[in-house]
């Protein structure tokens, strides 16, 4: 059951990459009614995911995989889609979002 927790967290940060890396970008600030209605109902999904793996995640960390991947993802979709490359201490900051995502995953502890 853990995996399909895992699944489902993966569906929901490919909703949010895809929603907030292009939908979002080419609603013009939710000026354009179908890209504005796909980015809605994106998040929404990705909302519902988030809600389906913290079935068997701990909420901390499935909303800090969900919040750091992406991040990542949207800034590496930037940068393949738009050429928006960040300088040095962005991709620092980037490398840092996904090493605190390794640590949290594979050696937080919950204490209940």
């Known amino acids: 059951m853990k995996l399909i927790s895992y699944l ?3 569906g929901g940060i490919f909703c949010g990459i895809v929603a ?3 939908f979002l970008k ?3 600030g939710f000026t ?3 890209p504005s209605t796909l980015a809605s109902v994106l998040i929404i999904l990705a909302i519902f995911f988030l809600s389906r793996a913290m079935n068997h995640i701990p909420v ?3 909303y800090a995989t969900y919040g750091g991947l992406t991040i990542a993802g949207v800034t590496l979709f930037g ?3 738009y050429h928006q490359t960040p300088n ?3 991709l620092i900051g980037i490398i840092f979002i996904i090493v605190g995502v390794f640590l949290v995953n594979y050696f937080g ?3 209940s």
């Open 8 to 10: 489902y967290l993966a």
């Open 20 to 22: 907030n890396g292009y």
């Open 26 to 28: 080419i609603s013009e």
């Open 32 to 34: 354009k009614i179908i």
């Open 60 to 62: 901390g960390f499935t």
């Open 79 to 81: 940068i393949y889609k």
């Open 88 to 90: 040095f201490y962005g």
């Open 109 to 111: 502890r919950i204490n």
